[in-house]
């Protein structure tokens, strides 16, 4: 069993800085891509950064320049520090890995964080 906790959002103005974190526990062999997507009121769940276990990332155009996806990996953890937020960034953020359980693997999400930018 696998569980992803994710801690971090809250309310902001704009301009403002938040820190996401999303840390996986449980019989976990090694954790491939790890993801954030959001999901605004009445909007479909987008994309937001993700990170390849090299440590490649890659990031929405909205957000580029703003905000940086990293990870620990002996902390199993990955983060998302946002910058020069805007009120268009106001989402629920959720974390999504996929993990590599004894040969196979799987995709697992957080539970969301809620990250408000007030004008």
């Known amino acids: 069993q696998v569980q992803l906790v994710e801690s971090g959002g809250g309310l902001v103005q704009a301009g403002g800085s938040l820190s996401l974190s999303c840390a996986a526990s449980?019989?976990?062999?090694?954790?491939?891509?790890m993801r954030w997507y959001r999901q605004a009121p009445g909007k479909q769940r987008e994309l937001v950064a993700g990170?390849?276990?090299?440590?490649?990332?890659n990031y929405a155009d909205s957000v580029k320049g703003r905000f940086t996806i990293s990870r620990d990996n002996a902390k199993k953890t990955v983060y998302l520090q946002m910058n020069s937020l805007k009120p268009e960034d106001t989402a629920v953020y959720y974390c999504?890995?996929?993990?590599?359980?004894?040969?196979?693997?799987?995709?697992?999400w957080g539970q969301g964080t809620q990250v408000t930018v007030s004008s």
């Open positions: 999504n890995v996929y993990v590599w359980i004894s040969g196979s693997q799987y995709e697992y």
């Open positions: 449980g019989s976990i062999s090694s954790i491939n891509v």
């Open positions: 990170i390849s276990n090299l440590g490649n990332t």
